[in-house]
T-cell receptor
């Protein structure tokens, strides 16, 4: 079993749609959780951190369920510019060398 | 502006050749990392360095070497022993001593390495 698992997609949605991604992780000792966005052949960029209480940043909402060991990302009112790969990232403790990256979920938003 | 600079953007390697990828950061970060990304896979850690003059193997270090002589620089050499080097290579840094950013990784723009 992979340490961090994501549905690779692709998710094809029309502009304005709401789309949700889930991610599961296997290490119950994980402490830090993130969603990164990656465009083709570009570096990953931090989209948002994920907290147990849930957090929202504009059209993006992230949730963490520690009991079930999964993380979600909800994108409302999708824009063409949201088309990218979304990486679920988990860190068991402080220190980037323990960070585990999911393989990513591909999103295509169409006009 | 502070950031991480990787060069070159594209690199071609001939069989049996060693090539070196450059990574420089001016973020004053202590920790630096090298990742490899293959299509459809997550980033895999090659080497990391938590402080100058010290570095550790990651999950896929075989066929690679690094040095950390300066805080700002963490070059990666892909040696001829790496039989499948074609991949997208990403350098990253972090500052584990700043509570607000200690787990977050800052990435360079990447180097695409291909074999001729």
């Amino acid at each position: 079993r992979k340490e961090v698992e994501q549905d690779p997609g692709p998710f094809n949605v029309p502009e304005g749609a709401t789309v949700a991604f889930n991610c599961t992780y296997s290490n119950s000792a994980s402490q830090s959780f993130f969603w990164y966005r990656q465009d083709c052949r570009k570096e990953p960029k931090l989209l948002m951190s994920v907290y147990s209480s849930g957090n929202e940043d504009g059209r993006f909402t992230a949730q963490l369920n520690r009991a079930s060991q999964y993380i979600s990302l909800l994108i409302r009112d999708s824009k063409l510019s949201d088309s990218a790969t979304y990486l679920c990232v988990v860190s068991p403790l402080t220190g980037g060398f323990k960070t585990i990256f999911g393989a990513g979920t591909r999103l295509f938003v169409k006009a | 502006d502070g950031g991480i600079t990787q060069s070159p953007k594209y690199l071609f390697r001939k069989e049996g050749q060693n090539v070196t990828l450059s990574c420089e950061q001016n973020l004053n970060h202590d920790a630096m990392y090298w990742y490899r990304q293959d299509p459809g896979q997550g980033l895999r850690l090659i080497y990391y360095s938590q402080i100058v003059n010290d570095f550790q193997k990651g999950d896929i270090a075989e066929g690679y070497s690094v040095s950390r002589e300066k805080k700002e620089s963490f070059p990666l050499t892909v040696t001829s022993a790496q039989k499948n080097p074609t991949a997208f290579y990403l350098c990253a840094s972090s500052n584990p001593y700043q509570a607000s950013t200690n787990e977050k990784l800052f990435f360079g723009s990447g180097t695409q390495l291909s074999v001729l």
